[in-house]
């Protein structure tokens, strides 16, 4: 069966770093996208990056494009999420959800149970 477990979040000051981490097993790693949500208290999961394993492509919403990159390590069937320059408004719980085609879009995405990330002032 698929898992999917989220790492590396936590408390940090604005401007600061974080790394993310999603370990993955059960499907073929290379045929998949990967991607990362944030939800924060009271809002809508939102969509922030996705690696397309196939080929390498990625992509951002704006408002972390230029300070998150998001990167899979084949070998161990993981995908990280770097995260620089932190600002308060990106504090949420950040989840990976696998998807063959879709970003985790589509129904039938496996999901994480999250890491929770904060960013104080």
């Known amino acids: 069966e698929v898992h999917v477990v989220e790492s590396g979040g936590g408390l940090v000051q604005a401007g600061g770093s974080l790394r993310l981490s999603c370990a993955t097993s059960g499907f073929t790693f290379d045929d998949y996208t990967i991607a990362w949500f944030r939800q924060a208290p009271g809002k809508e999961r939102e969509g922030i990056s996705c690696i397309y394993n196939r080929d390498g492509s990625t992509t951002y919403v704006d408002s972390v494009k230029g300070r998150f990159t998001i990167s899979s390590d084949h070998a161990n069937n993981r995908v990280y999420l770097q995260m620089d320059s932190l600002k308060p408004e990106d504090t949420a719980v950040y989840y990976c959800?696998?998807?063959?085609?879709?970003?985790?879009?589509?129904?039938?995405?496996?999901w994480g149970q999250g890491t929770q990330v904060t960013v104080s002032s």
């Open positions: 959800a696998v998807d063959e085609y879709t970003c985790g879009l589509g129904p039938d995405a496996y």
